[in-house]
């Protein structure tokens, strides 16, 4: 079965400094993996999609995520944190008849002044 | 990018009472759309997926007579929460696909409070 992994619940950084949020998946053939930004008491916002290709993605608001074939990992990663960026970031996979998306825990991005 | 809408925002309604949320694709014809449930600092619980025109796929424990969707339309679909009590004081979020993609589009999510 399709499946992240998201094994920190919080990330802290602080503003200006690089940030990395970790996921790792397990998929039975190519993956398609997915990085949402969810804000408080807001939906989720879709930041970036790799599908094939180059392993490195780049999304929305300065987010790019590495694609890593032997590490199935697939980080999110930002030069330079902002405040801003302060949010639930989720990794997700399709899955099940229907290509729902399985989302991992959840990993809170604490960005301090 | 693509725009899910969702109504109401939030919403308190005493129990035994129903509600009903909807949730539009505003720029594109969403095949499928999804509702979810989410509980404080946690992830989101899938509820139910449904296509344009067809029943409702709920997931296991969901009670499908209690939660009613509807997707009348490639850019409509609908959650009523029939005779709702307490335990059903939620955040709900909706999201759609179109057919040739694979990543959701979400709405902003709804806010129920049943007193």
């Known amino acids: 079965a399709q499946s992240v992994a998201q094994p920190e619940d919080q990330v802290n950084v602080a503003e200006g400094n690089p940030l990395t949020v970790k996921c790792t998946y397990s998929?039975?053939?190519?993956?398609?993996l997915f990085w949402y930004v969810q804000y408080p008491n807001r939906g989720l916002q879709f930041l970036l999609k790799?599908?094939?290709?180059?392993?490195l993605v780049k999304g929305s608001y300065g987010f790019e995520a590495e694609f890593n074939k032997s590490q199935t990992s697939f980080h999110l990663k930002k030069p330079s944190a902002l405040v801003s960026d302060s949010a639930l970031y989720f990794c997700?996979?399709?899955?099940?008849?229907?290509?729902?998306?399985?989302f991992g825990t959840g990993t809170l991005l604490a960005v301090q002044p | 990018g693509a725009v899910v809408s969702q109504h109401p925002s939030w919403v308190i309604c005493k129990s035994g009472t129903s509600v009903k949320i909807e949730c539009r694709s505003l720029?594109?014809?969403?095949?499928?759309m999804f509702w979810y449930r989410q509980f404080p600092k946690q992830s989101l619980m899938l509820m139910a997926t449904?296509?344009?025109?067809?029943?409702?796929?709920?997931e296991q424990g969901v009670e499908k007579d209690k939660f009613l969707i509807n997707h009348a339309s490639l850019t409509l679909s609908t959650l009523t929460v029939t005779s709702a009590h307490p335990e059903d004081s939620s955040f709900y979020i909706c999201?759609?696909?179109?057919?040739?993609?694979?990543?959701?589009?979400f709405g902003p999510g709804t806010r129920l409070t049943v007193t």
């Open positions: 999201s759609a696909r179109a057919y040739y993609l694979y990543e959701q589009y």
């Open positions: 449904s296509n344009e025109g067809s029943k409702a796929t709920y």
């Open positions: 997700a996979v399709p899955g099940g008849a229907t290509n729902k998306l399985i």
């Open positions: 790799y599908i094939t290709g180059d392993n």
């Open positions: 720029d594109f014809q969403a095949t499928t």
């Open positions: 998929v039975s053939g190519n993956p398609y």
